[in-house]
Structures are given as structure tokens and as C-alpha cells.
């Protein structure tokens, strides 16, 4: 129920204006989002890179409404992926690229953030949002991969025709989510989405594609180290996902321990929707944000 409203409340304009003039936010913002700019971005992916972690950087902005917001979204992440050391990998949202304008429109920019993204030795993540542009996203995908054959795509395990993607995708940059929003006919129960997670898991790891383990689950990352040894894949054969901002301490100590791990490092001015939904993950972090709605 608190959830549901959560995600509700991340749609809505009128609490967004009244969270993001609030001072009290900056500090939850700043605890989950590497600041507004991509020399923001860059500083914290160095100081990641330190550590010995991976990256993945995400523009913040969802749903441009017309063509001019697509193609700045384009001229972002082109600057964005200037600054960015080999092996970074950027993280897009289809939407932003004009999905809900056109398949075509977005196709057509996406493979352009790919092709830079490779010259300059990076990749490229298609992430998964609201599930009307579900089917979208994977037409989206396998007509890139004709090109860009690295470029990769998110499933979230709430839908149930999540391992039937799974098994469809081969040889593919596969990262598995539980999933961040809602949907018609979506596993609801964490022990179904769980599930769902696990038998997708399964099949990722013991087929050909490359899986992008997306979980701060604890228990979800002891079944995916245990099923990459039942299938023979070492510490180079998947990689473990975490959010910038959670569990760091956890991120530290798998990449100490030889891991793959990579942070999702989001940035930008339009944090609100992103921010809403990992409190919605977080109710800890509630209290924070309801004093920064009712000191208004
Ligand atoms: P969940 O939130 O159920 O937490 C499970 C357990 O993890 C908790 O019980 C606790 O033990 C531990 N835990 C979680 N947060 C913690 C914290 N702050 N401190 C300590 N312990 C904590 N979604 C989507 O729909 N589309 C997408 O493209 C993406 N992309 C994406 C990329 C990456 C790299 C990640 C990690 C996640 C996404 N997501 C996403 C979000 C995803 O779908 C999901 O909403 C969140 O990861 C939260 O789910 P968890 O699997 O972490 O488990």
C-alpha cells in the first residue's frame, strides 16, 4: 500500500514542486544522486573507480513530450560519455530518447549514444521502465544489436513473462531487476517476485548471455554466486549491480573480494521521479522526505 502511494506520488507535479524547493531533500538527494552536472558524474566515478568498482552513469529524466527534449538528451549523454573512463558503461531511458514520440525516433538516437559509446571503448544499458513501453524497449534493443551487438537491456523479474525474455535473449548484456515501478498483472508478493527473480537467474546464468546481477538482496546474492559456480562462470563471467548510495559498504567488500561490481551513478536536475521510487524501495528514508512536504 505505502509503496503504491509512493509510486503515485512520484508521478506527481505537485509534490514534486513542493520537494525539490524544500532544503531538507538535499541531503537524501545527496545520498543517492552524484550531483546535477556530468563533472558532478565524473568526480564520482573516479572516486568509485578508486575503489576498484565499476560504473554505469544515468542522466536523470524520463518522458521528453517532443523532439527538441530528445535531442538534448542525445547532446548529453554524447558530453557525458567524453568524461567517462573505458569499461564506464551509461545507462539510458528510452523515454528520454522520445520513445512515446516514436520507436523510430528513439532507435535512431539510441544508436548514435552506441556507436560514440563504442569508439571511445564503452557500452551501453537499455533501462527498463513503465511497462507500456516494455515491448518498445526490447524491439528497441534487438534493432540495435544488429549494430551494436554489446548494447544491453534490463528485465524486471515482477513481470511475469520475465524468464520467457530471459530465454529468448541469447548471448546478450542481460542486467536482471525485481522491477521499480508497477504493472497490470505484476508479481505484487516480494516471495513471487523473488521467485520469479531466481528462476530467471537461473536460466540467464546457465545460457549464453551475460547477466548483470541488479539486486541489494542479500539472499539473491548469495543464490547468484552459488549458481555462477554450478554453471562454471568465474568472477568475469556476470557482474553484480548495486544503486549508488546503497549498501556501500557491501559494494566495497565484493569488489575487494574479487567481484565484478558495478554502481548505477545516477545525475542530472530531474532526480524527483528516481528519488521517489528508491524511497518507495527504503520506507526508512520516509521521515525525511514527509518533513521536507509538511515544513512547507
Ligand atoms: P529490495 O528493495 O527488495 O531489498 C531487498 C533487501 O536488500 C532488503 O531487505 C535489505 O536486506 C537489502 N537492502 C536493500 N536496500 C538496502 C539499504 N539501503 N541498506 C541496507 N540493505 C538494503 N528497476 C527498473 O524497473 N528498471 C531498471 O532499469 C532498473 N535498473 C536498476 C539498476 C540497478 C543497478 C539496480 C541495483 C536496480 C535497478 N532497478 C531498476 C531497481 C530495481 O528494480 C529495484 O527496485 C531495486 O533494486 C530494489 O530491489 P532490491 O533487489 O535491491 O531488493
Redesign the pocket.
Known amino acids: 500500500m505505502l509503496r503504491q502511494a509512493m509510486l503515485a506520488l512520484s508521478k506527481s507535479r505537485r509534490a514534486e514542486r513542493l520537494v525539490t524547493t524544500s532544503p531538507l531533500t538535499a541531503d537524501v538527494v545527496a545520498r543517492y544522486v552524484a550531483g546535477r552536472g556530468a563533472g558532478d558524474a565524473a568526480a564520482t566515478v573516479q572516486e568509485l573507480t578508486r575503489k576498484g568498482l565499476l560504473v554505469?552513469v544515468a542522466r536523470l529524466g524520463e518522458e521528453v513530450t517532443d523532439e527538441e527534449g530528445a535531442e538534448a538528451a542525445v547532446g548529453a549523454y554524447l558530453s557525458l560519455l567524453d568524461r567517462l573512463p573505458a569499461g564506464a558503461d551509461v545507462s539510458v531511458k528510452l523515454t528520454a530518447l522520445g520513445l512515446r514520440l516514436s520507436q523510430r525516433l528513439a532507435l535512431g538516437h539510441a544508436d548514435r549514444i552506441c556507436a560514440a559509446a563504442a569508439a571511445r571503448g564503452l557500452t551501453v544499458t537499455l533501462?527498463?521502465?513503465e511497462h507500456d513501453t516494455v515491448a518498445g524497449l526490447h524491439a528497441v534493443h534487438t534493432a540495435l544489436r544488429r549494430e551494436h551487438p554489446d548494447v544491453g537491456v534490463?528485465v524486471?523479474a515482477y513481470l511475469p513473462d520475465s524468464l520467457d525474455r530471459c530465454e529468448k535473449l541469447s548471448g546478450a548484456r542481460v542486467?536482471l531487476?525485481?522491477?521499480?515501478?508497477t504493472a497490470p498483472g505484476a508479481y505484487a508478493r516480494?516471495a513471487d517476485i523473488d521467485r520469479s527473480f531466481v528462476r530467471c537467474l537461473r536460466v540467464l546464468m546457465a545460457g549464453t548471455c551475460y547477466p548483470m546481477v541488479?539486486?541489494?538482496?542479500?539472499r539473491?546474492l548469495r543464490i547468484a554466486a552459488t549458481l555462477a559456480v554450478l554453471d562454471g562462470r568465474d568472477q568475469t563471467g556476470y557482474e553484480l549491480?548495486?544503486?549508488y548510495g546503497?549498501?556501500p559498504a557491501e559494494q566495497a567488500r565484493q569488489a575487494q573480494l574479487g567481484a565484478r561490481m558495478r554502481v548505477?551513478v545516477p545525475y542530472g536536475d530531474d532526480w524527483y521521479p528516481y528519488l521517489v521510487r528508491r524511497l518507495a524501495?527504503?520506507p526508512g528514508n520516509l521521515a525525511f522526505f514527509l518533513r521536507s512536504l509538511v515544513s512547507r
Open positions: 554505469t533501462d527498463a521502465e534490463v524486471q542486467r531487476c525485481k522491477g521499480a515501478y516480494r541488479a539486486t541489494h538482496d542479500p539473491l549491480q548495486m544503486l546503497v549498501r548505477y524501495e527504503r
